[in-house]
């Protein structure tokens, strides 16, 4: 039996099929107008490519935005939230971890699992940008890089400097700042991955870090951000096996399969 699961993020869409305790294939994409048609997308392009039907899966959960419609359109079975799945995603793959750091474009989490892979706690970033994937994005837009560049550009640097502010706004004028002044680009993008490292690290305080502890989201591409956050936290990070930005269509899946009926 194959078992599917769809999630549509703000920035990028991710499917995956699992068939018999593996991963068969993932497929990500950027997002279209609404979830539904990233949903329709993503999903169509992975199944065209494993050379399968919609109805050759046997369950299928949807999680991320517009879950709900998804369902409701038909694409999904039932859906999820992001935390469940991107916890159980993580458990699955690495099962000693029971801290998962997924930041995405909007919102940033910290998610406690149990030894039973059951959801033990969490929390999420407010509503600010900053601790987010759109913070990084728009520092990237003001220095004249790409998301890809910031981690490398930032092994380059030899004086960080201070950013001072908590919000995004005011960061970014602070990083004009330094760039009218001359300020190596590298040494700014350094310090906007450890004020990123620092926001992250203080909402982990809040539900508390038990090792062993993984990254998922986009961010966890950022190996810049990856290093900081262990510094801060005292933790190493267990490498994702896989791409990190599967990892809760991943657990979608995997939870389709146990609503499904196999376990």
């Known amino acids: 039996m194959r078992f599917g699961g769809i999630d549509v993020g703000s920035l990028t869409a991710q499917a995956v099929v699992v068939e018999n305790g593996r991963i068969t294939g993932s497929k990500s994409i950027g997002v279209r107008p609404n979830p539904v048609e990233s949903a329709e997308t993503v999903l169509g392009m992975l199944l065209s490519e494993l050379g399968l039907r919609h109805q050759d899966i046997s369950y299928i959960v949807s999680t991320g935005y517009g879950r709900e419609q998804v369902q409701a359109k038909g694409l999904a079975h039932a859906n999820v939230s992001e935390i469940s799945c991107h916890g159980v995603g993580a458990v699955w793959l690495l099962p000693g971890v029971r801290t998962i750091i997924d930041i995405g474009g909007q919102d940033a989490k910290v998610i406690r699992m149990d030894a039973s892979g059951e959801l033990k706690?969490?929390?999420?970033?407010?509503?600010?940008?900053?601790?987010?994937?759109?913070f990084l994005e728009v520092m990237c837009r003001t220095l004249g890089i790409t998301l890809d560049e910031l981690g490398t550009l930032s092994l380059k640097a030899r004086n960080p400097v201070g950013l001072s502010s908590r919000c995004s706004i005011f960061c970014e004028t602070e990083v004009l700042h330094y760039l009218q002044r001359g300020t190596d680009k590298a040494d700014i993008a350094a310090s906007v991955n450890r004020a990123m490292?620092?926001?992250?690290?203080?909402?982990?305080?809040?539900?508390?870090?038990?090792?062993?502890?993984?990254?998922?989201?986009?961010?966890?591409?950022?190996?810049?951000?990856?290093?900081?956050?262990?510094?801060?936290?005292?933790?190493?990070?267990?490498?994702?096996?896989?791409d990190p930005q599967i990892v809760g269509a991943l657990g979608a899946a995997v939870l389709a399969r146990k609503m499904g009926g196999e376990r």
Do not use: H, Y
């Open 197 to 242: 490292a620092e926001r992250v690290a203080a909402l982990a305080r809040r539900v508390g870090v038990e090792p062993e502890v993984t990254m998922s989201g986009g961010v966890a591409k950022n190996g810049a951000v990856k290093s900081e956050l262990e510094r801060i936290l005292g933790v190493r990070m267990v490498p994702c096996p896989v």
């Open 121 to 134: 706690d969490f929390v999420m970033n407010d509503k600010c940008a900053a601790g987010t994937g759109r």
